[in-house]
């Protein structure tokens, strides 16, 4: 690309040359015979100039979208492999910009800017020792015009940077508003919040128009400083060689010669101005990329990992298990808790006792910070990432569901599922019926996040999608919170049968749910205080009928009032 680019810029360059051999040749010389010759090397240089551009072109394109394509692809795996505390932090928003917006810039430079920025550097150096042949004097004149050209472009390109990336960061957190208004429409429409996000999203919307503007501003006196100081140049260069011709010193030729490189030269010297913006908007893009490229991965598999247990009973044991967020503050302060193989545990507790954060740490979207998990006694952490993700099933409290088929989305954790591993768990789930009402059935495709369903619907695919792998070990997320009371005793009924085939622990919000329970856990301050069955507890412990009271259900008054 560099070598087509640089040769086509050479033959560029030659035409002024020949212009001069006919100028003090066959038109000083009044003569024509050589002129047809003179004239046809001109046309092949022109050719050859068009021919060699064309080839860059067609040698760049592939090249060029494969660097963005390859980033994108480590981008996206990167956000796939890091933790869940790391997009707690960031705006979705910003991670889209960083994978679109941002790489289009890298592959924008990587196609055109980097090779030009180098060519016409080159170019400008052959340039100015072409002219140096023909006279030093116009060289001279030439160099008072570039010298102050770089000086004036790198003070620019400084202020240039900041204003780069500002734009850069601002354009990231008006697609996050973009984002967050669309999924939240509904919400926004119920609350009549429309226009006070309209009036947030004009104001990010105008911030970053100043700082276009701002961007705009820098550009136009660059390029100003640019036109003006070769035209400069070009009026010295013809007054010098007036003088130089009049006084015998320079040829005609060789002053039109001059002034003819002088001009070819005029576009790389004003696109110094543009590849140095496109130079400081790409180092930002690569700095944007890199903060996330370079953000640690801190759940991985190990070097060696465990084989799982055969046969997997799925025996699962929490050992002294502690978790404190990156800032210090402790959720989880010494959990011991034993699930027995094919028992199911109610875990329940007082909002921000750590029920979610506890059922997290099994699948390790999150890791324990002090003491260990096991199943059948391996620690969680010395399994495959794949193997521990596939033995364990979770269903979360808010069922989030993508833009793809029913098929997809309940086979999402299962390769190679087939359609009637799909309708068994559909038929667990007790979401088969409704499936079938679809459009086109388990071909349907989901509208994003799943909105165009009922939030029970949404919840029971997302149950289907944790059970249709038939798990060793089931997480459950508070899974029947969104399902009314008919719809909520069906799915219940189908639970109980998937639930005397694994283990299972379940966070429960409901009564109901506590009865689907071998035993209860009651998680009060980061421990378990207390554990053992649904009517032990509610016999023995204060903080259990509490909670149990505080939850709107008859048959937990009627118990209590028993």
Known sequence: MLSATMLAMLCGLGIPLLTQRIVDGPIQNKQTGPLPWLIAGVLVLGIGEAVLFYIRRKVV??????????????????????????????QSGQLLSRATNDLTTVRRFVAFAIVFLIVNSVIVVIGLGVIASLS??????????AL????????FEAKFKVVARRAQDQSGDLTTTVEESVLGIRVLKAFGRGPELSKRFLAQARDLRTTELNKISILAALWSVLIVLPELSIAGMLAVGAVGIVQGWLTVGALVAAVAVSAYLRWPVDSIGWLLAETNQTASALERYWEVIDSPVAITGPASPAPLPTPLRGHVRFEGVRFAFEDGREVLSGVDLDLRPGETVALVGATGSGKTTLTALVPRLADVTGGRITIDGTDVRDL??????????????????????????VGLGLPDVTEAQVREALRVAKAEEFVEDLPW?????????????????????????????????LVLDDPLSALDVHTEAEVEGALRRVLSETTALVVAHRSSTVQLADRVALLVDGKIEAIGSHRELLDTNEEYRRLLSSMDDDLVEEEVAS
């Open 148 to 155: 102050p050209l770089i000086v004036i472009s790198y003070f």
């Open 61 to 90: 394109a592939r090249p060029a979208a494969e660097v963005e394509a390859r980033m994108r692809f480590d981008l996206y795996q990167h956000l796939q492999r890091l933790p869940v505390s790391f997009h707690d932090r960031w």
């Open 136 to 145: 030093p004097w116009l060289l001279i004149v030439s160099l008072c015009g």
């Open 384 to 409: 495959s990432l794949e193997d521990l993700r596939t033995v364990v099933g979770t269903a979360f409290e808010e069922p989030v569901l993508f833009s793809a088929s029913v098929t997809e989305n």
């Open 441 to 473: 059935g388990l071909a349907t495709r989901i509208g994003e996040q799943g909105l165009s369903l009922s939030g029970g619907q949404r919840q029971r695919l997302a149950l289907a999608r944790a059970v249709v792998g038939k798990p060793a070990v």
